[in-house]
T-cell receptor, first 112, second 111 residues
């Protein structure tokens, strides 16, 4: 079974631009979560989607948004990029109901 | 406010010895705890979990201990192997809701 796939792996953007990251969950997984990892901050929860509905949202500004499609694939968008948005963005999928999260290898975003 | 704390940023252990990684939490509503391992350039991988109805869970070389009164959990790896060198994240949730992660502990196992 294929794992969680995130594209692209690396991205370099300029301040003020916007970016869209993509995530394909494990087949059959309907829950998709997004996390931001920065040095010294661990994994910070961004949002979770289940069956195309946002179920939870972390403490991030409105510049961070996401969506989930009917095939469970998910995208997250960051508008008006800031230098502090440079991070590893991780997507995770699960069956829900307490089953563990399965993470992709992440998208490394660098904002210059 | 950091609800899940891993106070040791790094830990060095010799091959064959025990590695003990610690985690403290402040939210008394947390009742489900997990450990993830992360290698560079890869996403975190689920290692082991424990619910609050238990105080110990074992899986091969990995054992997680939960002390609810102290709001403390630990991961024991015995024996440690060089391939265990990675960053270990502790995570917790209330029921099956969103996971809250600690900042991680980098484990280095030397031959």
């Amino acid at each position: 079974k294929a794992g969680v796939t995130q594209t692209p792996r690396y991205l370099i953007k300029t301040r003020g631009q916007q970016v869209t990251l993509s995530c394909s969950p494990i087949s059959g997984h309907r829950s998709v979560s997004w996390y931001q990892q920065t040095p010294g901050q661990g994994l910070q929860f961004l949002f979770e989607y289940f069956s195309e509905t946002q179920r939870n949202k972390g403490n991030f500004p409105g510049r961070f948004s996401g969506r989930q499609f009917s095939n469970s694939r998910s995208e997250m968008n960051v508008s008006t990029l800031e230098l502090g948005d440079s991070a590893l963005y991780l997507c995770a999928s699960s069956l829900g109901g307490g089953s563990p999260l399965h993470f992709g290898n992440g998208t490394r975003l660098t904002v210059t | 406010d950091q609800q899940v704390k891993q106070n040791s940023p790094s830990l060095s252990v010799q091959e064959g010895r025990i590695s003990i990684l610690n985690c403290d939490y402040t939210n008394s509503m947390f009742d489900y705890f997990l450990w993830y391992k992360k290698y560079p350039a890869e996403g975190p991988t689920f290692l082991i979990s424990i619910s609050s109805i238990k105080d110990k869970n074992e899986d091969g070389r990995f054992t997680v201990f939960l002390n609810k009164s102290a709001k403390h959990l630990s991961l024991h790896i015995v024996p440690s192997q060089p391939g265990d060198s990675a960053v270990y994240f502790c995570a917790a949730s209330e029921g099956y809701s969103t996971l809250t992660f600690g900042k991680g502990t980098m484990l280095l196992v030397s031959p």
